[in-house]
């Protein structure tokens, strides 16, 4: 299995420095699944190409805010909509174009893995280089992306999630209001000539999607402007604890890769969000009537946690600082409802579909 896996990775590298997810659905490199695709390649003993994905990610999709898009466009394709053209970024730094939203950041514990797999000489080297542009990436959450009332970092599109058409975003994209231009032009969905339409979200939710995307477009992708602006906005669990996860092992890579005094600042700073952020977590996005974590949408009044009980709510099981009262309940919750797999949505719940 884990030949046949690798095989995949192969097959689907681009140029030895980037890996796209697969052949016409998903044709660039996108964030956090690079992450998991230079775990594969460690795995498999190619520790030097695991950590040309990491390079190649933070060096060529990060903008001067922090921001990393959740895909860079190394080449065009045409088999992708919406293109660089639709989200409208300015260049990086490096020349390359990038969307205007992130996705879950993992970079950090998918390099801490690396390093446990394989510390020799060069990749503690490499690290090395990567953790300035990893501690600026979380400063941008923390700072650009904090939700001042929450404490939570937030998304402004449900592609930021990693979970892209899950139930749990769907109190948010009623908030969303489809564009004249788009409802007048259409959109050129490329999709769902890759896949069964099925199996994709329905026109309505894409019309959602692109005016958000065209949302963004239109403020210039400014920060401030979105938080402030953007129509749909939510705290995510998923989100918030793989980014508490991640400055953790930030800390734990500061601390192996002998970067004490070079780089306690950014270590204080760190741990300080790490506690911020857990204690927003848990007083936040706890539901104890569905025994799990769950989002907020934090444009309604009164900050409503959204009752559907989704795997996104299991997630901060991979928080080692969470409290054991919560992992004991999701420890519960999670065989509960699962079979061999864990479902996306709780079985038996209104909003799960088998399909």
Not at 86 to 100: A, K
Not at 167 to 178: A, I, Q, R, S, Y
Not at 198 to 207: L, M, S
Not at 240 to 267: H, P, T, Y
Request: net charge negative.
């Amino acid at each position: 299995m884990e030949e046949k896996a690798y095989e995949v990775l192969k097959l689907n590298n681009r140029e030895g420095k980037y890996t796209i997810p697969t052949a016409g659905l998903y044709p660039f490199q996108w964030l956090w699944d690079s992450g998991f695709i230079a775990l594969g390649f460690a795995k498999m003993k190619d520790v030097s190409r695991a950590l040309t994905e990491i390079e190649t990610l933070l060096f060529s999709g990060m903008r001067p805010s922090g921001m990393l898009g959740h895909i860079t466009f190394h080449t065009p394709q045409p088999t992708y909509y919406p293109g660089s053209d639709e989200w409208g970024v300015p260049p990086t730094d490096s020349g390359h174009l990038i969307s205007g939203i992130s996705q879950p950041a993992v970079t950090a514990s998918m390099l801490r893995k690396i390093v446990e797999l394989e510390a020799s000489d060069d990749t503690i080297q490499r690290a090395k280089k990567m953790m300035p542009s990893l501690h600026k990436n979380h400063c941008w959450w923390m700072t650009k992306r904090t939700h001042q009332e929450t404490q939570l970092v937030a998304i402004i599109h449900p592609w930021e999630s990693g979970c892209d058409n899950s139930p749990l975003w769907d109190e948010g994209l009623n908030n969303v209001n489809v564009r004249d231009d788009i409802l007048k032009e259409g959109i050129r969905r490329k999709d769902t000539s890759h896949v069964d339409p099925k199996q994709r979200p329905t026109q309505d939710q894409y019309y959602r999607y692109m005016s958000l995307v065209r949302n963004g477009r239109d403020l210039g992708w400014d920060d401030e402007k979105l938080m402030e602006k953007s129509e749909f906005l939510m705290a995510c669990p998923l989100i918030n604890s793989l980014l508490c996860r991640a400055i953790g092992d930030f800390v734990w890579l500061v601390e192996k890769l002998g970067l004490g005094q070079e780089f306690e600042a950014e270590r204080t700073q760190q741990i300080k969000w790490q506690q911020t952020l857990l204690s927003a977590i848990e007083n936040r996005l706890w539901n104890e009537e569905m025994q799990c974590f769950t989002a907020i949408d934090l444009r309604s009044a009164t900050l409503k946690q959204v009752q559907i009980p989704t795997c996104c709510g299991l997630i901060p099981l991979f928080v080692p600082e969470l409290q054991n009262q919560f992992v004991e309940k999701l420890v519960k919750t999670a065989q509960d409802w699962t079979g061999r797999m864990i479902a996306s949505v709780r079985p038996g719940y209104e909003s799960f579909d088998p399909d």
